[in-house]
């Protein structure tokens, strides 16, 4: 076992509260959705047993309709901001007791059970009594999605949040920032105080994330509310591709399971969503897949590490994949003279690039790991193999940051990375790309 992979685990076994882990501490002190599904991946090649309660603490906070919020508050703590008082999802009819969010996260957990499926097989580790226990909970999920984002009945589902995107601060949203007006809230912010503030979104957008869960909380997080009046309406290609990615993964185990209802319900779902990836989202003047904002109607032809996704969930045809992969061998992404590391989170070509603010630039290791996965499924071995290298370059040189600088120039200079240190999924992720290469 390597020294990194030690130092990973310690990393996890610190931030292992009762039954879940917390992404960083101080800075996000309970358990967030997408987090814990590539925490699990981790503590599966080490502790089956904290991975299962892990899948298990998430589920907890599932909704009566399916839904599964982005934060599950578990614990107390002062922390943060904003807390369960400000989310106020009790408003909801749909809410369970224990307290969450109103506004969820890109769906991992398909996907997530089939890879934690194929480590207990390694390891002759039955898990079927646990996929039988957690299957239709995330199927339900799923069913939440189709019927209640997909008002047009697409195959696309919309979010409603820039935090459901996970791509919280990215510049796509600054458009859609543009289109309505909000009043001026008044609030104490957390994480400013706990790390560099020009790295993190700034207070004016700020009271766009808070005027919309206010909008949602005047509506009871109603989705049919949502649906109508929401200004903030996004068909996102990094949501959609873990969707069907994690539809992909559920249709495999299901047929396992002889959970065949749920299966057929599943292919139906897939085949409509990867068809209106390619024709809705595809950007044939990008190469690249885009977003489109449902309330404005409109393309916003934006591209970011959400663009490269769609490989993960095999919904590009091997032309399309082959374009791909244009923009990391002295393209867009790597730098025509290849002087940035892969993959920076925003087209380091667009003048709205920061390389140090958030999702505006940086480079994120659970991005990373899902093009790298998705490039593996397309057979590129020699791009997947350079994404792998740079994303273990950062965790050697600098440990668990929460996000890193993508310009090799400046990487000379720097003795750390951006955002949170000893951060869940990055130390999780390194795990994964370690021990499945050794």
């Given at each position: 076992?390597?020294?990194?992979?030690?130092?990973?685990?310690?990393?996890?076994?610190?931030?292992?509260?009762?039954?879940?882990?917390?992404?960083?501490?101080?800075?996000y002190p309970f358990q967030w959705n997408w987090d814990s599904g590539f925490i699990a991946i981790g503590w599966a090649h080490f502790d089956l047993e904290k991975a299962m309660q892990e899948i298990h603490s998430l589920l907890k906070g599932q909704w009566k309709n399916g839904f599964?919020?982005?934060?599950?508050f578990h614990n107390e703590s002062e922390s943060y901001f904003p807390g369960p008082e400000v989310h106020a999802a009790f408003l909801s009819p749909n809410a369970p007791k224990i307290r969450t969010s109103g506004i969820t996260q890109p769906p991992v957990l398909g996907f997530v059970l089939e890879l934690l499926y194929q480590?207990?097989?390694?390891?002759?580790?039955?898990?079927?009594?646990?996929?039988?226990?957690?299957?239709?909970?995330?199927?339900?999920?799923?069913?939440?999605?189709?019927?209640?984002?997909?008002?047009?009945?697409?195959?696309?589902?919309?979010?409603?949040?820039?935090?459901?995107?996970?791509?919280?601060?990215?510049?796509?949203?600054?458009?859609i920032w543009e289109t309505f007006e909000v009043p001026e809230y008044q609030f104490q912010r957390k994480d400013t105080q706990l790390i560099d503030a020009s790295h993190r979104p700034s207070n004016k957008e700020y009271q766009y994330y808070i005027h919309l869960i206010e909008l949602f909380k005047q509506w009871r997080y109603d989705d049919a509310?949502?649906?109508?009046?929401?200004?903030?309406?996004?068909?996102?290609?990094?949501?959609?591709?873990?969707?069907?990615?994690?539809?992909?993964?559920?249709i495999r185990l299901g047929k396992m399971l002889n959970e065949n209802e749920m299966v057929s319900q599943l292919e139906n779902w897939n085949q409509s969503a990867k068809n209106a990836m390619n024709q809705k989202l595809y950007d044939h003047e990008q190469k690249g897949y885009v977003y489109y904002d449902l309330r404005n109607q409109r393309i916003?032809?934006?591209?970011?590490?959400?663009?490269?996704?769609?490989?993960?969930?095999?919904?590009?045809?091997?032309p399309r994949a082959n374009e791909l992969l244009m923009h990391f061998?002295?393209?867009?992404?790597?730098?025509?003279?290849?002087?940035?590391?892969?993959?920076?989170?925003?087209?380091?070509?667009s003048p709205f690039f920061?390389?140090?603010?958030?999702?505006?630039?940086?480079?994120?290791?659970?991005?990373?790991?899902?093009?790298?996965?998705?490039?593996?499924?397309?057979?590129?071995?020699?791009?997947?193999?350079?994404?792998?290298?740079?994303?273990?370059f950062f965790i050697e040189?600098?440990?668990?940051?929460?996000?890193?600088?993508?310009?090799?120039?400046?990487?000379?200079?720097?003795?750390?990375?951006?955002?949170?240190?000893?951060?869940?999924?990055?130390?999780?992720?390194?795990?994964?790309?370690?021990?499945?290469?050794?």
């Open positions: 076992m390597t020294d990194l992979v030690k130092r990973a685990q310690k990393v996890l076994l610190q931030n292992w509260k009762e039954g879940f882990t917390i992404p960083c501490e101080g800075l599964l919020p982005h934060i599950v480590v207990c097989k390694k390891k002759q580790y039955d898990s079927f009594p646990f996929l039988k226990e957690v299957y239709a909970k995330v199927f339900q999920n799923h069913h939440y999605f189709y019927t209640h984002r997909d008002p047009f009945n697409e195959g696309l589902v919309y979010i409603c949040h820039n935090w459901e995107a996970g791509t919280d601060n990215t510049p796509v949203w600054d458009l509310m949502i649906s109508k009046n929401s200004p903030f309406l996004i068909q996102d290609p990094l949501f959609n591709s873990m969707l069907i990615a994690s539809n992909n993964s559920l916003i032809p934006y591209l970011s590490s959400s663009s490269f996704t769609p490989l993960f969930a095999e919904i590009p045809s091997m061998n002295k393209g867009r992404f790597s730098g025509y003279k290849n002087e940035n590391y892969l993959c920076a989170s925003f087209d380091p070509q920061n390389s140090k603010k958030y999702w505006r630039g940086p480079i994120w290791i659970n991005l990373n790991w899902l093009i790298y996965m998705g490039m593996k499924k397309y057979g590129f071995d020699k791009e997947a193999e350079q994404i792998r290298q740079d994303t273990l040189k600098y440990g668990f940051y929460e996000y890193f600088e993508p310009n090799k120039e400046t990487n000379k200079t720097l003795s750390k990375g951006y955002g949170g240190n000893n951060f869940s999924w990055s130390a999780a992720l390194a795990i994964d790309l370690l021990t499945n290469n050794q």
